[in-house]
């Protein structure tokens, strides 16, 4: 095929949730094909003004750079404290200025202008016990796991609570718990846009931040994150300058993939651990959403609705839809953003209809930084009262530490 609008544009509109692999009974790997045509369509054609900017600045600068990263979450946190989005936001400015912009002010995330890696940076952070229990921890414990924590890059300085969460979670559970210093980005944003050769300078980055670390799993709690870190193999399958330069062979990348695991599957595997933590009592209704990488590339499917379920005093609500996608994609909703919003409208949809039928819902889980963004930011331009949460934020809220 010539590489033309026609082939083109129907490839950049696809959210590349991969929800089709799901349904798909032959199990066409189509994200792969689709990625690697992306990366075809990269080195081969004339890209916008605005794709150019957003690939040089933000793919190829920010992500790459923890120093940058955590400037521009100074920026955002100074921004988001000045009350300018709320202004944009709750007046007339609303109608005045153009909607995409009005809309970007509520996906801002939460920055804390600090680098949770750099916080922990290859400290062998122990377990913890819980001072209220007779039991000792030791006897408690026994599989005596070590596990390493990714952070990711945007994760990395800004919703300081599902990293603190997670950590919190883990060696609760009796892990110890490294944090590699000299990690990066995932790349997942790169290979969804078809940057496979920076996508590649990450994986090997990665690769070398975790190896040697008698690891027994690498803890994500982004599905994006993880879902690229267990595909890396894919990257080096290409006949590239980079590629031959790679030592490592296809059993290393497998053996590293096969350690990658979602923090909710792992915690999942836990039960009798988990069930010995002190957890708060008082009722609840969650409504849980279903990320895309978590669900379709993953297949991480009922481990966390179980590990929810078994909360004392929660009930989970599966949201209406929790298989389709909420329209973030990565930078789809920044690329695309009129489909990205049709999408969200569809989403915010299915909230409304689960939450007429669940009135005293508090809250929405989704266990994908980009999916929390988005979701909420669909909840607050609809002016829905609901909480967004990442699980292991939720979770941790519910351990009641350090009683007297």
């Known amino acids: 095929l010539e590489l033309e609008a026609e082939v083109i544009d129907p490839l950049n509109r696809c959210l590349d949730c991969r929800a089709c692999e799901s349904a798909c009974p032959s199990g066409v790997p189509y994200g792969e094909l689709l990625e690697k045509t992306r990366g075809i369509i990269l080195e081969n054609t004339q890209h916008s003004l605005k794709e150019r900017i957003l690939r040089f600045f933000l793919l190829r600068g920010l992500f790459r750079y923890t120093n940058l990263l955590i400037t521009a979450s100074w920026i955002l946190k100074i921004y988001s ?46 377990p913890l016990s819980i001072e209220d229990k007779q039991e000792d921890a030791a006897q408690i414990r026994k599989e005596n796991l070590r596990v390493g924590m990714f952070s990711g890059c945007i994760m990395d300085v800004s919703e300081a609570a599902i990293h603190e969460s997670t950590l919190t979670l883990l060696r609760h559970i009796g892990c110890e718990v490294v944090v590699p210093g000299n990690q990066s980005c995932c790349g997942a944003l790169h290979v969804h846009s078809g940057d496979r050769k920076t996508a590649r300078e990450f994986a090997l980055k990665n690769m070398a931040a975790f190896e040697n670390r008698h690891l027994d799993a690498i803890i994500t709690n982004a599905a994006g994150c993880g879902a690229q870190l267990q595909e890396y193999h894919h990257l080096f399958t290409e006949a590239t300058a980079e590629n031959q330069k790679d030592t490592r062979s296809a059993a290393d990348w497998k053996n590293f993939e096969n350690k990658v695991t979602d923090i909710l599957e792992f915690l999942s595997a836990y039960p009798d ?15 849980y959403d279903a990320p895309c990488h978590l669900l379709h590339a993953q297949k991480v499917d009922e481990n966390p609705r179980k590990l929810l379920n078994s909360l004392p005093g ?33 989403k915010t949809e299915s909230i409304r209809q689960t939450l007429a039928q669940n009135p005293k819902a508090s809250t929405i889980v989704t266990a994908n930084p980009g999916c929390l963004y988005q979701i909420r930011a669909g909840v607050r331009s609809n002016n829905i009262d609901l909480r967004i949460l990442h699980p292991v934020v939720y979770l941790a809220e519910r351990l009641i530490l350090n009683r007297s």
């Open 81 to 126: 404290a000045s009350g300018l989005p709320k202004l944009i936001t709750n007046t007339i400015l609303a109608k005045l200025l153009p909607q995409p912009f009005v809309f970007q002010q509520h996906l801002l995330p939460k920055c804390s202008g600090k680098s949770f890696k750099r916080k922990h940076a290859d400290q062998i952070l122990a």
């Open 273 to 287: 651990l988990l069930a010995n933590l002190p957890w708060s009592k008082d009722e609840d209704i969650v409504l």
């Open 314 to 346: 929660v009930k989970l609500v599966v949201l209406k839809e929790s298989n389709w996608c909420c329209g973030s994609a990565g930078i789809y909703n920044l690329v695309q953003p009129e489909l990205s919003a049709a999408v969200l409208n569809r």
